[in-house]
């Protein structure tokens, strides 16, 4: 969003730069705070008594921003003496002022603790004294309050201009004019700091949305509902307050100003594809109105930024006419001090830009395809350059420029749009080489150059043990092996590389490297074709290693303490590699525990014994502040919680919502109060809240029922809430929300116990989702595993409809179905079915024939909207070919074999001429290898599974 127009500005708390400083050397004072704190004080002292407001003010803001920096935890117990100190301030505008810095305050604190403050359970009902058991709601109505009591004292506000407070005060240009007043100033303030909590009170505006862009004469008469905590309804409100005192002063420019502020915000809120008609229309209704008014450029500019950004869904970007409305605002007010913006904005439309892209390496003979993006462009060149040098002098060129022999340039001339286009232009590559290649354009002072090889060799390289590699060597195109190319090693010392090794493929092209260094790099050359690519080695085996995994297991004797407590903790040490686990004796280890602030409170050094495990120790201090702490070591943590608290004699089970359910539906949470030893607690007070959190737009959150209730005589209890869909918002926007309940019981005795039963909720009742693989044996009977489950995860029992749509060949080797655009052929099955615990779909598919199809599931009646669906390829293994156009088929029948069975996989592909190469690794050792070749043809690979094998063993298939 764009920086609102001459607003003043007021940077405080840990930028406190732009508040009351422009006497001060700012870095000299944050490098000696303790100075600068006693100067602040001196200089509150003086402004108490001279009753000088300003600079008592700034006094104030230096003794925060410099006692902050020589100790940020005295923050919390500095706002809370600046609160207390407004309560007894009796200069309104002083107070006023006040209020506003405050609720900067508690935000920007907020802000800079809100994961560890979120973490705690939501207190209402009161606030605690102590700032380190605030909760975020807690935060969230300081913040809001304050906003709001700045604003309060509306008729004195406006009757003090602003300039009496310069000091404290950096104005922006024109400020004067648009906001002269206390009140316009301190109603920004307040508009900004409630558009920071917004996302954590979300409520939907209920007023009539096109009321909301009414012009403003009708928009300061509307009435608008405030809710408790709804940062919309009262931004709205104070915008009209705003609009109502400037009309009131007559003001024309800063109505104007406010009015375009007040529908960007309506528009904002609201707005997405279904009111920006409402936002478009209103803006040009005022364009009409200020016709004549050199502030028009301001509405120009947002009616010309619309079109330029376009809807967030239907993208209707029309940046000819954003530029129509540039020209028109320069041409007709060439003289407004802000008609920069018009200017600069046409300069981003009609700006030219350029992107591009190549292959890394072309066959020779073939042509290098240039994926362009462009924009503004009617015309392009570009030349084609052969590096001469030999690939090690190419490698320590050093950023000098290399010997260039020039091939071609070739020109393209492209349609001149003011959006953005994609094209391929394709460039002859005539033989083997490395070559630089140049884009240029008119109006581009510098040109670009990228760099590719052109070679006939490809190259698979597989790690195959600690520093042995496995370089498999190709043709390109036919994928034929290549014998006798050489795969060179070259290592790099600073800025110098330098021959390090030299390896020959054999028959099956395949070069066996032992190179200890996998920082050195490699090319594969054959005769005159030694431009080829250069690569690094990689670092990973492929397939599967021996790596170990370490962990520690942390244990406590209970989860919750008090302070003061003594907390017995244990732990076991293990490793496992994929096939075996075992614990780790001897190992030392230290222990630390941190409180809920992550500090260190104490540490413990152990030794495991022969069985992997340990134990020890710590003690919780007396004075320590409740929450969550946690115990850690190397390769493990575990979480313990300190509280004050009594042991407590029952406790709070949920009965888990197994039933389907959906945002809008009204929910009902149950559950059981009940004794250790198994005793009801009957009749006694139950209170609860749900608070909402939403993800639609960064996490909200709401607190949306609250109330009170008791078990009955069986220790039962059921609260019962409405959750709300957000019609407005489109359903790609659309997220999950997580409602929390929160449940205190209390005892006829005075004991309480808490418990939280969290809820994820979406738009849908359920979940659908089938588990199946893309490859179905025709000639085997199908089970297939469809599951309806709620958000919990709960099963549930659903009807659902199948269809079973054959898709259209496709037309090209090598294309992919696209799931967004599938090309249906017909329909060859449907049906119904019940979901259910252990319940298979059975589906007989032995009379279609082989090919590619669409499988769809769908909910019935109002979840019709549900739905799975996936694309699945029939076959059988009787077949000759792939069962789709595809350079690549392969299906695992059978890789769970004893020593002496076949493992079965059928390989195949729809080109011709395909060697195939396959490799049995076991432990990284080579087992054995085969050839074969593949002519549009499918073949089942009957592999012996050995004794020497072991527990498994790894295929690789190179095609």
Not at 66 to 85: A, H, K, T
Not at 175 to 182: D, I, V
Not at 607 to 634: R, Y
Not at 720 to 726: A, D, I, L, P, R
């Amino acid at each position: 969003m764009m920086k609102r127009l001459l607003i003043i500005t007021v940077l405080i708390f840990g930028v406190l730069v732009a508040f009351g400083q422009k006497n001060v050397s700012d870095k000299e004072n944050e490098a000696a705070p303790k100075t600068a704190l006693i100067e602040a004080q001196k200089a509150y002292q003086k402004a108490v008594k001279e009753k000088n407001s300003p600079l008592l003010i700034q006094s104030l803001i230096r003794q925060i921003k410099y006692q902050s920096l020589i100790d940020v935890d005295s923050i919390p117990p500095m706002l809370q003496n600046l609160e207390e100190y407004i309560e007894t301030d009796q200069n309104i505008v002083e107070k006023s002022i006040l209020h506003s810095l405050l609720a900067e305050l508690y935000q920007m604190y907020f802000n800079t603790q809100q994961y560890r403050i979120n973490r705690r359970t939501p207190i209402t009902g009161y606030v605690p004294h102590n700032m380190a058991e605030w909760t975020g709601n807690i935060y969230r109505e300081k913040i809001f309050q304050h906003a709001l009591d700045a604003v309060k004292a509306q008729p004195q506000l406006s009757e003090v201009n602003c300039l009496t407070y310069k000091e404290i005060l950096v104005l922006g240009k024109n400020s004067p004019a648009l906001r002269p007043t206390m009140y316009d100033f301190l109603v920004y303030r307040s508009i900004d700091i409630l558009n920071t909590i917004s996302r954590y009170t979300k409520q939907e505006p209920t007023m009539n949305k096109q009321l909301l862009f009414a012009p403003v004469k009708e928009f300061v008469q509307m009435p608008i509902e405030v809710k408790k905590m709804d940062a919309y309804s009262y931004t709205l409100k104070l915008y009209q307050s705003l609009l109502q005192s400037e009309i009131a002063a007559q003001r024309t420019d800063a109505i104007l100003i406010s009015d375009l502020d007040r529908l960007e915000y309506a528009n904002n809120i609201i707005g997405l594809s279904q009111n920006d008609s409402l936002y478009i229309q209103a803006l040009e209704q005022l364009s009409e109105q200020y016709n004549k008014n050199p502030y028009k450029v301001e509405i120009l500019y947002k009616l010309a930024q619309y079109y330029c950004r376009g809807n967030y869904i239907t993208d209707n970007r029309d940046y000819q006419k954003a530029l129509t409305i540039c020209n028109n605002g320069i041409r007709q007010f060439p003289k407004y001090f802000r008609i920069d913006i018009l200017k600069q904005l046409a300069k981003e439309i009609t700006q030219t830009t350029v992107s591009y892209s190549i292959n890394p390496n072309v066959y020779p003979g073939h042509k290098q395809e240039v994926t362009l993006s462009f924009k503004n462009l009617s015309e392009i060149a570009i030349s084609l350059y052969k590096i001469t040098e030999p690939t090690l002098e190419y490698l320590n060129l050093n950023k000098r420029a290399p010997k260039l022999e020039k091939i071609s340039t070739h020109t393209y001339r492209l349609p001149k749009r003011l959006d953005s286009r994609d094209t391929t232009l394709q460039l002859p590559v005539p033989n083997t080489g490395r070559y630089q290649l140049t884009v240029s354009y008119a109006n581009n002072s510098k040109t670009d150059s990228s760099y590719f090889s052109s070679s006939r060799l490809s190259t698979i390289v597989r790690k195959t043990g600690e520093i042995n590699y496995n370089v498999l060597v190709c043709d390109l195109i036919s994928g034929k092996p290549v014998e006798g190319a050489k795969v060179k090693i070259y290592k790099r010392n600073g800025q110098k590389y330098s021959l390090a090794g030299e390896f020959s493929s054999d028959r099956n092209g395949i070069a066996t490297l032992n190179e200890s260094n996998p920082d050195n790099y490699y090319q594969v050359t054959l005769g005159e074709d030694n431009h080829g690519m250069i690569n690094r080695l990689p670092y990973q085996y492929m397939g599967r290693t021996d790596a170990k995994l370490s962990s520690v297991n942390l244990f406590t004797d209970r989860a919750v303490y008090r302070p003061g407590q003594i907390v017995y903790f244990s732990g076991i040490s293990w490793e496992a590699t994929q096939d075996v686990s075992k614990a780790i004796a001897g190992k030392k280890y230290t222990i630390t525990l941190q409180d809920m602030n992550q500090q260190i409170i104490a540490k413990q050094e152990v030794q495991t014994n022969k069985f992997g495990s340990f134990a020890g120790k710590f003690t919780l201090p007396q004075e320590v502040l409740n929450g969550t702490f946690m115990i850690t070591t190397d390769g493990g943590r575990q979480m313990i919680t300190v509280a004050e608290y009594k042991r407590p004699k029952f406790e709070i089970t949920f009965n888990p919502l197994k039933n389907a359910y959906k945002l809008g539906d009204q929910l009902t949470v149950s559950g059981i109060a009940k004794t250790y030893s198994g005793v009801n607690i009957e009749n006694s007070k139950v209170t609860y809240t749900v608070q909402a959190r939403t993800f639609d737009w960064g996490l909200q959150e709401n607190t949306i029922a609250a109330g009170k209730t008791q078990t009955n005589a069986k220790g039962e209890f059921e609260i019962s809430f409405q959750t709300k869909e957000s019609p407005n918002t489109p359903a790609i926007y659309r997220g999950f929300e997580t409602y929390t309940v929160s449940i205190t019981v209390t005892t006829s005795n005075g004991e309480t116990q808490e418990a939280q039963y969290p809820i994820i909720i979406t738009n849908q009742r359920y979940q659908l989702t089938s588990l199946i693989t893309p490859e179905i044996n025709k000639d085997l009977p199908s089970k297939i595993l469809v599951t309806t489950q709620n958000q919990l995860g709960y099963p549930l029992s659903e009807n659902i409809t199948y269809e079973l749509l054959s898709l259209k060949p496709l037309q090209k080797l090598g294309e992919q179905y696209d799931e967004g655009n599938l090309p249906i052929d017909k329909k060859v099955r449907e049906g119904t079915f019940t979901t259910g615990e252990d319940k298979k779909l059975e589906m007989d598919f032995s009379s279609l024939p082989s090919g590619a199809y669409l499988l769809k599931f769908a909910g019935t009646g109002n979840d019709k909207d549900i739905t799975y669906q996936t694309v699945v390829y029939l076959y059988s293994t009787q077949d000759e070919r792939p069962p789709y156009p595809t350079y690549y088929w392969c299906v695992q029948e059978k890789t769970i074999c004893a020593p002496g069975e076949d493992a079965k996989i059928l390989v195949g592909s729809s080109a011709k001429e395909v060697y195939v190469l396959y490799e049995v690794y076991s432990n990284q050792k080579f087992m054995e290898r085969k050839r074969f070749m593949l002519n549009n043809s499918n073949t089942t690979l009957s592999i012996p599974y050995k004794e020497t094998y072991g527990p498994t063993a790894d295929v690789f298939i190179s095609y």
